[in-house]
């Protein structure tokens, strides 16, 4: 089954910019849905972004529509998660996770394959 690798995270300010890569072992990614989850220390998972395998249809957490923007690169086997304008509140360790789901999913549950995570910081 793939197995997803996170990286690009850092320590940045408030406003800039920072872009997460997801590679994948295994399988190409392009047979799944992918999605991109955040976790901040004491609070549950959350939806960030999520791209199908069937049509490559974005869909967005409210919180970061217009901010971030997940993409492919089918030759790279690897998607990007693009976040601008950035704020403290996006501090988290990004977690990248497979589908076999063909539909637009949120919940953790639907998602099958995790990575390990890669931490952002954003601080003034």
């Known amino acids: 089954q793939v197995q997803p690798v996170e990286s690009g995270g850092g320590l940045v300010q408030p406003g800039d910019s920072l872009r997460l890569s997801c590679a994948a072992s295994?399988?190409?990614?392009?047979?799944?849905?992918v999605g991109w989850f955040r976790q901040a220390p004491g609070k549950e998972r959350e939806f960030v972004a999520g791209s199908t395998w069937s049509e490559n249809k974005a869909h967005y957490a409210d919180t970061v529509l217009g901010r971030f923007t997940i993409s492919r690169d089918n030759a790279k086997n690897t998607v990007y998660l693009q976040m601008d304008s950035l704020k403290p509140d996006g501090t988290a360790v990004y977690y990248c996770?497979?589908?076999?789901?063909?539909?637009?999913?949120?919940?953790?549950?639907?998602?099958?394959?995790w990575g390990q995570g890669t931490q952002a910081t954003v601080t003034s």
């Open positions: 996770a497979a589908t076999l789901s063909i539909v637009p999913v949120a919940e953790t549950e639907m998602y099958h394959c």
């Open positions: 295994g399988h190409t990614l392009r047979s799944y849905g």
